[in-house]
């Protein structure tokens, strides 16, 4: 029995994707094969929207503070199953849905897809860094330069669809001069900085 869904820190997560295009040197996949308990997030196969919806009937949505797509891959690889099983939650319960992701929904999906993630309440984007050459250093995206631009646009036009869009760096991990360009970078987007704790 594979892990679809699984309780983390208070929140429901989705897992439903391996696929990811970046190879980010501090993955997590690369030293754990679950969080707190979870089971293996290694997928057997993909879970279609009507499994992953069979899931969701089998938890009280109501115990959880939200429901985040975030598991072991970058959850916009499947970006329709997000709209439909977003939808389906919004029929059955007023639980807040956010999406973890890099960003490059856009490059994964070869084309503008801001406007999908309406209905989603927050998006949360890993920024890294402010410096590109150092976001494709740590990330090894696939889509090589150009990564943290897309990265950057992607976040600039979701937050018109979007409540809530957050871009954070993880604390320690960069000076507080790059936390400082982080910040105004996040403030010319008009998108939130946020700088979270190291795990
Ligand atoms: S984007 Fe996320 S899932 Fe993909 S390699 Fe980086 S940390 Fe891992």
New binding site residues.
């Given amino acids: 029995m594979q892990t679809v869904l699984y309780p983390y820190r208070g929140n429901l997560y989705v897992n439903l994707t391996n696929r990811?295009p970046?190879?980010?040197t501090?993955?997590?996949?690369q030293t754990k094969d679950e969080m707190d308990g979870s089971g293996s997030l290694w997928l057997e196969h993909e879970p279609t929207v009507d499994e992953v919806r069979a899931e969701l009937d089998k938890y009280d949505l109501s115990a959880y503070g939200e429901l985040v797509f975030c598991g072991?891959?970058?959850p916009t690889e499947r970006l329709d199953a997000i709209v439909e099983i977003t939808k389906y939650v919004k029929s059955v319960s007023d639980i807040p849905v956010r999406v973890n992701t890099?960003g490059l929904s856009d490059l994964i999906n070869g084309r503008d897809t801001a406007a999908d993630f309406a209905g989603v309440d927050a998006v949360s984007i890993?920024l890294n860094t402010p410096e590109p050459e150092e976001y494709l250093r740590l990330?090894r995206s696939r889509f090589g330069p150009g990564s943290f631009e897309a990265m950057l646009s992607f976040a600039g036009r979701v937050k018109d669809y979007v409540p809530r869009v957050t871009l954070s760096t993880v604390g320690t991990t960069i000076t507080s001069d790059e936390e400082g360009r982080c910040a105004e970078i996040c403030r010319k987007l008009g998108v939130t900085y946020r700088i979270r704790p190291f795990e």
């Avoid at 501090?26 to 996949?29: A, M, Q």
């Fill in positions: 990811c970046c190879r980010c501090f993955c997590l996949r072991f891959g970058e890099n890993s990330t």
